[in-house]
């Protein structure tokens, strides 16, 4: 199943390469892997897409909490957090196209960032499914180039209130 | 306050940490840390001739007094060198410092001479390592790197110094305490999963203990024992766990595995109930997979996380300290035994004692041929064991061997390459410990394959003072590997076969260590006390009978009720008949 987890990690040099090299070192699974400073700045916050069986998903969480460098590992389950990817699109244009490519970017509420009497780049935020959606539909256009941020994720903090709580692994080694 | 350079805070802050001795190799990138410890004596540099032995000695002075061992090697190839040693560490918990020299700061990612990506060549062989940027920077972080490598589960920390770091200065305060946010071991166990591996024990009639190298790691040999004699629980040891609780104790079952006595892999197979502490179901315990412990409940007490439900299913997982852990078990368990222990547990140990007599441990000794590698050993268990000596072996029939026959009475007196299982550990090995303990019976059992990948190290036995007694089962083979070849791959021996094995005794005397032969099976207890009494390193070169395998011997991927014992008739047949390795080897020590 997939999973989504969270990482907070010391923002220093070496601190990827180690999340990194324990994905590849012990075979699991990486989809995605986004990561960014937070507001202290010596601290980021990465987002790993990735997948596996419960026995899995239980030894990443834990390989994960084991890195010294890792100070917080969240499990978000799908339904108590907001996903989201942000994804670049270059459209080939003819211009018989060019009313329609706009069209389906107003259906995604995406924004066309780029323009040339041949082409568009449409930006569009969304969840997998909205992103999947668009691609679908603007790929009979003629796609030359796509570009995806991979996907970012947050806890829901109104369900994290009532019902289950996303679980952070106590912090062990 | 004056300031000091990157070299003399180095030695400032080993002097802190209590460090009396380092294993070291000099390189340019080092030579200022090296100039500065020459002109010093609180710190000793026992200079080796190759990086990987340095770490090696490391880890056999780690192993025998349980605090971090140190080495210091230089850039580059001194670094790549060292690597075997790390992951070898790593694999075992060995807690060890490993501090590399680096090219200067600005030629890092140039290409420059001797540079190695030391931090990217260690990350997967390591705990934690540090590139130290900043001379304000180096002295918490050897802190760091000290505390780090001793605490939770333990394992090797790579610092990794720039050659200009060295030479620049700056105002020197060593911490007094460390704390880093994303590493907080759990050291206490969780009172309720205690309480319910209480209750699991009392309603199991078929318990075994099954200890691991954590409880050497934690120092938890006396509360073991306590927990195993107040329930009457027998007791598997790990390889990694020999000593941890005394081989010869009425309750010990002896090593458990692959090569373990048949009467704990039976033990295991058909408990009730698995008590593990400080072990992690290595593939060479469990077999195979689906069918370990068909019918216990598991107990999983460790440090270290990752380590449970790693490799097979856990009823109670226990984190936490060995120690801390089995003495809160021992309270409760104290508050609710009653009753008689020993008569309680009498069905199981009659089972138990029928599959000892069944199939004990061993091997025949005829007088007048060739002499057993297991006689050997066992002869020099028995004439060594009221000294208490501590015990280094390299990889192979020959570890096994001494896995199965020295029944050490305590902990940290047993060092083997487990996890990597290293070949030419052993020696080195050795020589850290007797460095740490230089009036200590030091013993090496090393394989004629084995001991040839560090022979070099008899130059620093010689020039250092390290009188180990290093025993070579020679039987001219790469035996373990010859072994497999005639269990499954009807005895074609591709590449075991050393039919250039050197003269030990000559090479010692080469290096000004003393050489001895011992050739039959009476010379055997002479010779043995002969080279115990000589104060100097020694090679005691034993040719033995080159074709004794070592059982029992689970296959890898087996069941671990179903070993096999002996010799399979086929292999018998072949040896005796058509013996395609006996005719092929010119075996010229035993002919001469
Ligand atoms: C560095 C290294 N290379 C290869 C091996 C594979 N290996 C395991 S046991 C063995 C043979 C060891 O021979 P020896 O030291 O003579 O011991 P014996 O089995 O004969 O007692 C080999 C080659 C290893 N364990 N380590």
Request: with cysteine; hydrophobic share 40%; proline share 5%.
């Amino acid at each position: 199943m997939e999973h989504i987890i969270s990482v907070t990690l010391e923002n220093k040099s070496g601190a990827l390469s180690r999340v990194a090299g324990l994905f590849s070192g012990r075979g699991f699974n990486i989809e995605s892997l986004s990561v960014a400073p937070t507001l202290d700045p010596t601290v980021s916050m990465m987002t790993i897409v990735t997948s596996g069986d419960e026995r899995i998903i239980e030894q990443i969480l834990k390989q994960l909490n084991k890195i010294i460098d890792v100070i917080k590992v969240v499990d978000l389950n799908e339904s108590e957090a907001v996903g989201r990817e942000t994804a670049l699109i270059k459209v080939h244009t003819r211009s018989e196209d060019r009313a329609e490519a706009l069209r389906i970017a107003d259906i995604f509420r995406a924004n066309v960032v780029d323009s040339s009497p041949t082409s568009y780049t449409i930006e569009v935020t969304g969840d997998v499914q909205k992103i999947q959606a668009i691609i679908q539909l603007l790929q009979p256009l003629g796609i030359k180039e796509i570009v995806r941020t991979g996907r970012i994720a947050i806890a829901r903090e109104a369900l994290r209130a009532v019902a289950s709580q996303p679980r952070p692994l106590a912090k062990a080694n | 306050m004056a300031q000091l350079t990157g070299a003399e805070i180095f030695v400032e802050a080993l002097k802190r940490e209590g460090v009396k001795t380092i294993f070291a190799l000099p390189g340019g990138v080092v030579l200022k840390i090296f100039d500065v410890l020459h002109q010093q004596c609180d710190v000793e540099v026992i200079l080796t001739r190759h990086e990987q032995a340095a770490g090696h000695m490391a880890e056999g002075y780690a192993k025998a007094t349980g605090k971090p061992g140190v080495c210091l090697i230089t850039s580059g190839p001194g670094m790549t060198n060292v690597i075997t040693a790390l992951a070898d560490a790593y694999m075992d918990s060995v807690p060890m410092v490993c501090f590399s020299g680096q090219v200067p700061t600005a030629m890092i990612g140039n290409d420059a001479f001797q540079e190695a990506d030391n931090i990217g060549l260690s990350r997967p062989c390591t705990k934690y390592n540090f590139l130290v940027k900043d001379v304000n920077d180096l002295a918490q972080t050897i802190k760091e790197a000290f505390y780090i490598a001793s605490t939770g589960r333990p394992g090797p920390v790579l610092v990794d110094i720039p050659k200009d770091i060295s030479m620049d200065k700056a105002d020197f305060k060593y911490p007094d305490s460390v704390s880093i946010r994303g590493y907080n071991p759990t050291y206490e166990g969780s009172k309720w999963k205690i309480k319910q591996a209480a209750d699991a024990i009392m309603k199991s009639r078929r318990p075994i203990l099954y200890i691991g190298g954590g409880v050497q790691l934690s120092g938890a040999s006396q509360e073991v024992r306590e927990l195993a004699e107040m329930t009457q629980i027998p007791v598997d040891s790990t390889l990694m766990a020999l000593g941890a609780f005394p081989g010869g104790h009425p309750l010990s079952l002896g090593m458990l595995g692959m090569h373990g006595t048949y009467v704990a892999n039976m033990a295991m197979h058909y408990s009730d109930l698995v008590i593990a502490i400080g072990a992690r179901f290595d593939d060479r315990v469990t077999g195979k997979v689906s069918e370990f412990c068909p019918n216990a409940k598991i107990i999983h007490i460790d440090i270290d996380p990752t380590s449970i439900r790693k490799n097979i299913h856990v009823d109670i997982p226990i984190v936490g300290d060995c120690k801390r852990v089995v003495q809160e078990l021992n309270n409760v368990l104290r508050a609710t035994v009653n009753g008689d222990q020993k008569e309680l547990r009498k069905p199981w140990w009659d089972q138990l004692n029928e599959w000892k007599a069944e199939h004990p441990l061993s091997y025949q000794q005829d007088p007048d041929q060739l002499i057993k590698p297991q006689y050997l050993i066992d002869r020099v268990f028995q004439l060594t064991r009221d000294r208490d000596p501590i015990v280094s072996t390299d990889v192979g029939q020959h570890q096994m061997w001494s896995a199965q026959y020295f029944q050490l009475a305590n902990p940290n007196t047993w060092l083997t390459s487990g996890g990597l299982g290293t070949m030419g550990f052993g020696f080195p090995a050795a020589l850290g410990a007797q460095a740490a303990f230089r009036d200590r019976l030091v013993l090496c059992i090393a394989g004629d394959g084995s001991v040839q990948m560090n022979t070099q190290e008899l130059a620093t036995a010689v020039v250092s003072n390290l009188p180990v007694k290093v025993f070579i089962i020679n039987n001219r083979f790469h035996g373990m590997v010859r072994q497999w070849q005639d269990l499954f791959y009807e005895g074609r021996y591709a590449s075991s076969y050393l039919d250039q094995t050197p003269d030990f005794v000559k090479l010692a005397e080469a290096y000004g260590a003393a050489g001895l032969r011992i050739k039959t099976p009476n010379e055997v207890d002479d010779g043995i006390r002969e080279a115990i009494a000589i104060d100097k390193p020694v090679f005691i070169d034993v040719p033995v009978d080159q074709f004794e395998n070592c059982y029992p011997m689970i296959p890898a991927g087996g069941c671990n009720h179903e070993m096999i014992l002996e010799d399979p008739p086929e292999l018998r047949k072949r040896q005796t008949t058509g013996v395609k390795g006996k005719k092929e080897s010119t075996d010229t020590i035993l002919t001469a």
